[in-house]
């Protein structure tokens, strides 16, 4: 990959857009000559740079989250959980999860699609969120036998998703903070 | 709605073809002239059944979950749980779960559906749900103020969703009865 050819800010340019016709078209609709087309870039560019669609969409979302979970070290799971939801921001949650509910779809019918998701985002954010609860074994917070602690993905993940489907509302930081402390923790034993 | 005029048997025939197009074309593709032609009906005698396509399909569903959760009742919330995914089949979880992800972008994308679909289904369940849970708090085994009691249907929704998001596996009888005991009971407090 010869992504070191443009600059950073051209190329948070060109996630933005990408963004922004994933929510609009949807991963279907968005096609490599729109991409051109918005960012007044060659089709032949693009894919030199990113090789193929789902690779561009993969970089994209995670250009989105450019801080590593891991990275958080507050000294308790609580304080690392809470200081994780404080980065958050409400009107990114709201888009993130209408990008979320369109990729769920095409991720099922585009392989290709969740094998970048994986590799990019999905097990890279996986791998924090352990980091963080490992941290919280080592310190003595939680057994390692802990049999809820194979499932902390699940528990954020399922939130994310499950609020829109049964309050008719996206997720907010109140909601994700009172989910935390209502719900993750105390099957943590926490 | 004259739905007495035809019998059970062709009834439920006609919502398991609504079932199959679903599955395979989705809900954009689902369109009434093929449910007749499957099914061997004129359009006519459908819109006067059920007046709409997303009644037929909320009701298509809803037929899929005849017995309500409500009706369990095993003297235990532990047991009114698990006695619930002894009702589960995991080749109808693989197949529910290939339902949902079709359905979460139609939901969105058609408020008639998602509106028919809460109507006749998601609050039916949620209602069931909540009549566990209110049994358990007046037998005396969790607290009427257990922060985690209006986040019962979250953690189970969630979980079904989260699976094979995080997985790539659909979600199982095992699985659920695992994250019952690991998740859903210790944040209960049970």
């Known amino acids: 990959m010869a992504r070191s050819r443009i600059t950073p800010e ?6 933005e857009a990408v963004l922004d016709l994933l929510r609009t078209a ?28 789902p690779e561009l969409v993969a970089r994209a979302l995670r250009h989105n989250k450019p801080v590593s979970i891991a990275e958080i070290d507050t000294g308790s799971l609580r304080g690392d959980f809470h200081a994780m939801v404080d980065r958050m921001d409400d009107c990114q ?47 003595g917070e939680l057994p390692a036998d802990n049999p809820a602690l194979k499932y902390v993905p699940h528990m954020l ?9 049964i309050e008719d509302r996206s997720v907010d930081r109140d909601f994700i903070s009172s989910y935390l402390d209502a719900v993750v923790l105390p099957a943590l034993g926490i």
């Not at 051209?10 to 996630?15: D, M």
């Not at 970048?116 to 941290?135: F, H, K, N, S, Y």
């Not at 993940?157 to 489907?165: D, K, N, Q, S, W």
């Open 10 to 15: 051209r190329e948070a340019e060109l996630y």
């Open 26 to 53: 949807g991963y279907e609709g968005l096609t490599m000559d729109a991409v051109a087309a918005r960012t007044r870039s060659s089709k032949a560019t693009l894919y030199r740079q990113w090789g193929s669609k």
């Open 93 to 139: 949650m709201e888009k993130d999860s209408a990008l979320m509910r369109g990729l769920a779809h095409a991720i099922h019918e585009n392989p290709d699609l969740h094998q970048a998701l994986r590799d990019l985002l999905i097990d890279p954010e996986m791998t924090g969120l352990d980091t963080l609860v490992q941290r919280a074994v080592d310190r």
């Open 157 to 165: 993940v399922g939130a994310f998703i499950a609020r829109p489907l």
